[in-house]
């Protein structure tokens, strides 16, 4: 699947990409749990048959595991479900159809202070950098100042980490929201709006960050000394209290973490798989993959420190509904620090 979609006619129709996926997968994921009360039964757990439904975002998760074929001869099944971000990925969580979502900090914070049951089960760790407030190479604006009265779109949805981006970046020079116009935008919308012209400031993330800068964008700031740079692979709290999901997701991590090692060890032939599979040039593969998902490991306590700061900044902000408690999310057994 391209990451870039170019057809107005198909742009029109990926509104209903992610309600159509998550309608097919909800029903793979009921067949999934009938088939965990089977496993469950004389007190065994048959992984045989359980069956995992992964989500991801733009691929991002799917094309390092496939690569490296750590899912190969697993003894339970693995189904994907992608989503063009986190908003869509957490709605099919919480409707019961995807087992797993990968996440940066803020889009987690935000779906468990709205209620999506998830817990946090590893750490994904990204550069700083791959997340930016974008403007078109001949827009008068220079500075973060020169956004107030602006028009902000950000991607995805409410509470994702470009949205925190543009909340501190303004906040560094003396302004807020209430200086600007923020708009909602979902990634393919967006980047083919702001390609066209139609869209002169962007907060967004990569892959699409990238794309843009490498068609001609300008990066005005990026996350550098914002953003922790911490993601989080979370689980939903339906699996784990499924024994079957539980024992998949324990064996499931551990091929993650050998993906990871695998995508550092052979950088050169993941960057070809990569464009291959997105279409996009070798160039700019490269780019995005020295950026993002760069390490996958056991939660930190310094991870849970660091996240806390973004939940408080979110709360103070009005962006979250209720306050989050980082440590209560946290899920140590899936994944325990060695």
């Given amino acids: 699947m391209k990451i870039f979609l170019k057809s107005k006619k198909f742009r029109k129709r990926k509104w209903y990409l992610p309600i159509f996926i998550t309608v097919i997968i909800s029903i793979l994921s009921a067949c999934g749990n009938d088939q965990a009360k089977v496993a469950e039964a004389d007190g065994k757990v048959d992984l045989s048959k359980v069956t995992l439904v992964l989500g991801d975002q733009a691929g991002l998760t799917k094309s390092k595991v496939e690569a490296s074929k750590v899912l190969e001869g697993t003894p339970y099944k693995v189904k994907w479900a992608s989503f063009q971000g986190a908003a869509p990925l ?17 889009p987690i914070l935000t779906a468990a202070a709205s209620g999506v049951p998830i817990k946090i089960m590893a750490t994904n760790v990204s550069s700083t950098e791959s997340l930016g407030i974008l403007v078109q190479k001949d827009s008068s604006i220079k500075t973060v ?39 909602f935008i979902l990634p393919t919308d967006a980047s083919a709006a702001f390609k066209a012209g139609e869209i002169e400031v962007w907060g967004t993330f990569d892959p699409y960050m990238t794309i843009a800068v490498n068609n001609g964008a300008r990066v005005l700031r990026t996350g550098k000394g914002i953003s922790s740079g911490v993601g989080f692979l979370t689980v939903s709290e339906e699996a784990l209290k499924d024994p079957g999901k539980k024992a998949a997701l324990k064996d499931v991590v551990k091929r993650f973490e050998k993906a990871w090692e695998w995508q550092q060890d052979n950088k050169e032939e993941y960057d070809k798989l990569y464009s291959k599979i997105t279409g996009l040039p070798e160039d700019v593969s490269r780019e995005i993959n020295s950026k993002v998902n760069a390490e996958f490991r056991p939660v930190t306590e310094s991870d849970i420190q660091a996240v806390q700061k973004v939940a408080d900044s979110f709360k103070e902000a009005g962006v979250l ?11 140590k057994e899936i994944f325990p620090n060695k």
């Fill in 321 to 331: 509904q209720k306050s989050v408690k980082v440590s209560e999310l946290v899920d």
């Fill in 145 to 183: 100042s020169d956004l107030k009265g602006k028009t902000i779109a950000i991607s995805s949805a409410q509470g994702s980490i470009a949205q925190h981006l543009v909340i501190e970046a303004l906040k560094e020079v003396g302004l807020t929201t209430n200086d600007v116009k923020i708009k």
């Fill in 90 to 106: 957490f709605e099919a969580v919480k409707s019961g159809s995807v087992d797993t979502a990968p996440a940066g900090d803020t």
